[in-house]
């Protein structure tokens, strides 16, 4: 996947790798983010060396000093991706340069030292390559990818840190919306919101997650799957959930889906949608929605589908909207069409199965 100058990344074997046996035992059943490969990934920066010490060594714990800054001030960012197999058995990405640009942009956001950006894919291509072993599939799923960075320095004053790790681990997953999506129901919270403007919605930090966790118990507490935030300045426009952004599907066949306007994460799953849903001749709009305006159009059928996406769970059909005046029952509550054709086509180019013609999939050699 790389060409020209290498970064050196040291690789130690770890001694205590699981057996064949074991490994493809946790294949057959992966789950979600519960079981890692043998190995992670690490690489040292601070300001006098830069970026250094890159290893791929055994997982498990790290040691860090109580006082590193990521514990006190939550300087934190992460990136999700995933390796698949293709069944002429070679190992794909999809897009990773567009999660190696977000990651240095989520890194700037925080004031974090920027990995470059061709040490990112480097570092994910090697490590892909160590734990291939450890790909599902592609019936099973595919090997989730989860790079992260946080500061380690030891220091409680509130600046940027001057020393960072960033890491890389995987974890085997199925693919839990198998053949035909199940669909999820979502809460809409009158209260919580996820960004605001100028603040850091647009960015994948763990601190956006933090808080939204609570919303997310509202979510429960109502019987729903998951949840949807509205804008902070207004509690009306639609934004996204809280880890995958949403597109609605009228009746005639045209798409919407909010706008980037700083406060919602750009998903490269709903960038690559957009483009597939146009190539299909779709009208794709990039509009505000109010929440009003969308309870209106599922009351007079006007909306025929609603679906979330993101690299998890590729796309989720949302089958019930709730608020506190009631419950919005979408396409009886079931997986619709455009839903399931786009879908498809996404996961055929992921996993290889069809030509792609954009280049968004990249072969790990
Ligand atoms: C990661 C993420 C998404 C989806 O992004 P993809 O690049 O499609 O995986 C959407 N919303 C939030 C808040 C996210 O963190």
Not at 8 to 27: G, V, Y
Not at 247 to 261: A, E, I, Q, R
Not at 332 to 345: A, C, F, N, P
């Amino acid at each position: 996947m790389n060409s020209g100058k290498q970064f050196p990344i040291k690789f130690s074997q770890n001694p205590n790798s699981l057996s064949k046996k074991e490994r493809e035992a946790i294949l057959k059943k992966p789950g979600f983010g519960q079981k890692f490969t043998d190995h992670m990934l690490i690489i040292h920066y601070n300001d006098e060396k830069k970026w250094h010490d890159a290893e791929i060594k055994a997982y498990g714990p790290i040691s860090l000093d109580p006082a590193v800054c990521v514990f006190h001030y939550a300087q934190e960012i992460f990136e999700g991706m995933k390796a698949y197999k293709a069944n002429d058995g070679r190992i794909l990405l999809f897009r990773p340069e567009a999660n190696a640009k977000r990651f240095a942009n989520s890194a700037k956001r925080l004031a974090m030292a920027q990995l470059p950006e061709s040490i990112y894919l480097q570092a994910i291509n090697e490590f892909v390559k160590a734990e291939k072993n450890w790909i599902p599939d592609q019936e099973i799923g595919s090997l989730y990818l989860r790079p992260f960075m946080i500061a380690s320095k030891p220091y409680l004053g509130v600046k940027p840190s001057p020393e960072y790790l960033f890491m890389l681990i995987a974890s085997p997953a199925g693919s839990y919306f198998s053949k035909d999506a199940q669909s999820v129901s979502v809460w809409v919270s009158e209260f919580y919101t996820r960004a605001a403007p100028g603040g850091t919605g647009e960015v994948k930090c763990g601190g956006n997650y933090a808080a939204s966790l609570a919303a997310q118990q509202e979510a429960t507490k109502n019987q729903c799957d998951q949840l949807i935030f509205l804008d902070s300045v207004e509690h009306k426009w639609i934004e996204e959930m809280g880890g995958m952004n949403i597109f609605f599907v009228f009746k005639d066949g045209t798409l919407l889906t909010p706008p980037l306007s700083g406060t919602i994460l750009p998903g490269i799953t709903r960038d690559s949608l957009i483009t597939l849903a146009k190539d299909k001749g779709l009208t794709v709009k990039q509009e505000k929605y109010s929440i009003h305006q969308l309870i209106d159009d599922i009351q007079s059928k006007k909306i025929s589908e609603i679906f979330a996406c993101g690299t998890a769970a590729v796309i989720t059909p949302i089958g019930k909207i709730k608020n506190s005046k009631g419950e919005y029952i979408i396409n009886e509550g079931k997986s619709g069409k455009i839903t399931q054709e786009l879908r498809k086509s996404l996961i055929d180019i992921q996993f290889g199965n069809v030509i792609d013609p954009y280049q968004w999939v990249k072969v790990v050699k």
